[in-house]
């Protein structure tokens, strides 16, 4: 099936890391030409090399951003349109949770939360959404969470700011579809990055992964009815699906990518 990306250009949230690299390197693969906005240059400039030798025929770049820092992102959407010449396709990636009860989490983790999960896509959205109007086309994926739609123990914060994503692409979805545009959210469940190699200095990752050991992995999959956890892959498809032409008539959305953990 052909997804019609090819000469496309999208944006990749945190795409140097994890299942924004995974997201960012099947882009490639369609043909897309991919900016990964990302706050570790080094490693959003490796991913970018991995993804010019796919062969997809587009051009992948990487920009230190601050997805947080409204100027950074305003900044990063200019010097794709430099590139590009315009954006057809905006993946909100970027997120960030601690593993904590909300009476011990410091005020500082909350803010952080909020920062990284929430305002990092309504800054990414503001910066975008004009020319999208303008153009009378766009694309745009918020990856979300199983926790925003259901709740998650130890997880309040980033479970509200997660919700709160949903609530934002559809309300956005009313608002812009008659030029259009489509908002959409994929919410994954747990997905544990298969190795070091594809995660930043600065992802969450970075220290969680030495609590997943193979034991508690074996564990959690028993909470899942395909007895398996989710792979950066299995969000990234359903990113590019939800960003392609082929789902043009699908907006407002949440789909869930979690094996069905969870089935509302």
């Known amino acids: 099936m052909d997804l019609e990306l090819a000469g496309k250009t999208v944006i990749v949230t945190g795409g140097a890391s994890h299942i924004g690299r995974a997201i960012a390197l099947s882009f490639a693969r369609e043909g897309a030409n991919v900016v990964i906005a990302d706050i570790d240059e080094g490693q959003a ?3 970018a090399s991995q993804a010019n030798t796919l062969g997809g025929g587009g051009k992948t770049i990487g920009i230190r951003t601050d997805v947080t820092d409204h100027q950074q992102v305003e900044a990063m959407v200019g010097r794709a349109n430099d590139e590009f010449g315009r954006i057809h396709v905006l993946v909100n990636n970027v997120g960030w949770v601690l593993d904590c009860l909300f009476l011990d989490q410091p005020r500082e983790d909350w803010e952080k939360a909020v920062n990284l999960n929430l305002w990092s896509v309504m800054n990414c959205m503001r910066a975008v959404l004009p020319q999208m109007v303008e153009n009378g086309y766009g694309r745009i994926v ?25 609530g934002l692409t559809k309300s956005l979805a009313r ?10 959210v994929v919410c994954p469940a747990l997905t544990v990055p298969s190795s070091e190699e594809e995660i930043s200095e600065h992802s969450m990752w970075k220290l969680g992964l030495q609590f997943f050991t193979a034991e508690t992995q074996e564990k959690a999959k028993r909470l899942y009815p395909l007895r398996r956890l989710g792979t ?15 789902a ?3 907006t407002g959305q949440s789909l869930s990518v979690g094996g069905g953990v969870t089935m509302i």
């Open 45 to 47: 400039n490796k991913v």
């Open 142 to 166: 918020s990856i979300s969470s199983e926790a925003g739609r259901v709740g998650e123990y130890r997880e309040a914060v980033y479970a509200a700011c997660k919700a709160g994503v949903i």
């Open 175 to 184: 608002e812009v579809g008659r030029y259009g545009i489509t908002l959409n």
């Open 232 to 246: 950066a892959k299995d969000t990234a498809n359903a990113a590019v699906f939800l960003a392609s032409d082929v």
């Open 248 to 250: 043009g008539f699908i």
